[in-house]
């Protein structure tokens, strides 16, 4: 019998506009939970605490930070955002997976410290259909969207840091090779425990 | 667009009794091929060249260990038996899997020289198991049976030289896992160019 008694730590990182947050949405089970952000920006209307984000003033979040409580965090716009890491570690010690949805900066800071992670790149079918994409929402300039498009070369340079590339094509495809990745790493002899009489 | 144009070495080991042959035959495919050894014994009836084995006759044999053409070799009861390079690497380079089905000490000779290949050791669901289907053959004598179940633990305490554990619970099983590492490890960015313009 094969035992891994810990979940995955999964890592899942991609450019902005490549489809992530759909992903890691199809990904939920009751053994695959998506990790809870922190932040001290103000809830807006409808999100809750414990849910969407954990909430926090910012003195409580630069205790946490003081406290390394966080297994990474970054300064947006005047606000703080991070992972708290009892959630992350809770889960994993309950045998459940964990998926951090994160960018590509942060998801390097996870990786020098969590090596055991399994570390995810999405990528788009081609810069033009991400181009597509982002245009599509219509909710940016023709500026903004250059910017982005710019922020998105810089973050492919990051793939090669990562373990496996994942094409957005069609969501049920990326969603079954993430599961199929998943059963691999379970499957891997430094995860697991033969117990054999 | 993600490519991996070369096919992935795939190397299934684990104790004798444990049902490899049978999951190695459900992988084949069109894409998916089992490699062909070479040996020096006679042919029994109805086996065929290059489909059972390559039969060579001992100078030929001894030709190809010295101009290296075999990846591994090795001398069981006065005849050569072996794993021809060209033949796996043709198939490699044309894009297809190979498996090789192979005892640990040849598959670690392969480990040493081939670090990209894929290993993975097949486990019984228990020792126990093991020893009845060992008997269930009815071929062995009691004596034959616990030399066989000594050389298993020791074939057992190579586990923790491969990348991923199967057990054999029940062969669909096995397989299927064995489809999701293959699965996974095309997916690996290391083995993986990611064209995206």
Known sequence: MIRNERGLLLVISGPSGVGKGTICKELESPDTILSVSA?????????????????Y???????????????????YC??????????VEDMLNQGKNVILEIEV???MKIKQKHPEGVYIF????????????IEGRGTETPEAIESRMAQVTRE????????????????????????????????????CTAELL
């Open 105 to 107: 900066q942060g998801a």
């Open 78 to 87: 005047g606000n703080y955002y991070g992972t708290p890491r009892a959630f």
């Open 57 to 75: 003033d910012k003195e409580t979040f630069e205790n946490m930070i003081a406290e390394d409580q966080l297994m990474e965090w970054a300064e």
């Open 122 to 133: 999405i990528l788009p079918p081609s810069l033009q259909e991400l181009k597509k994409r």
């Open 156 to 191: 492919l340079s990051y793939g090669s840091e990562y373990q496996y590339y994942v094409e957005n094509d069609l969501v049920e495809n990326a969603v079954s090779k993430i599961r199929a990745i998943m059963e691999a790493e379970n499957a891997k002899v430094a995860r």
């Open 39 to 55: 932040t001290t920006r103000q809830p807006r209307e409808g999100e809750e605490h414990g849910k969407n984000y954990f909430f």
